[in-house]
């Protein structure tokens, strides 16, 4: 490991000690707040060991990207199953089902009433704020 015999001028961290410290925490920022010098100093104490001091980066989880059902392109919006023509392929399908067989699809058609009239409520906002800040 490191040979160097030679003290640091003017710092009374022992560097073996900073270095075998480091290793144990490998946290640049507490080493030095042990020794009572900054993490840069720490950093090159180390560095001079021949050590790395590069942050071993944990792979983030990242949020899986949603992509279609059916055709499998990426969806744009964080909660649709569907790309923009699948889903309305899917409502058509949901239409014809529903009005082949009324009884059996009521839920589904309660359901596309109440998306309905919440795109209505959303769209009326829009267009009342567009109105408001024209
Ligand atoms: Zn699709």
Redesign the pocket.
């Known amino acids: 490991m490191s040979n160097q015999t030679a003290p640091l001028s003017g710092r009374k961290a022992d560097p073996e000690a900073v270095i075998a410290r480091y290793e144990a925490l490998h946290n640049l920022e507490k080493t030095g707040r042990e020794f009572g010098i900054t993490r840069e100093r720490v950093r090159q104490i180390v560095n001079r060991a021949g050590i790395s001091t590069c942050r071993i980066l944990k792979p983030k989880p990242e949020k899986p990207e949603r992509l279609?059902?059916?055709?499998?392109?990426p969806v744009n919006s964080s909660h649709a199953l569907?790309?923009e023509?699948?889903r309305k392929e899917k409502h058509k399908r949901r239409y014809r089902a529903i009005k082949a067989d009324p009884e059996k699809y009521a839920h589904w058609r309660d359901l596309l009433k109440k998306y309905d009239r919440r795109r209505k409520e959303r769209e009326r906002e829009r267009r009342l704020q567009e109105h408001l800040t024209a």
Do not use: A, S
């Open positions: 279609c059902k059916e055709c499998g392109v569907y790309c023509t699948h």
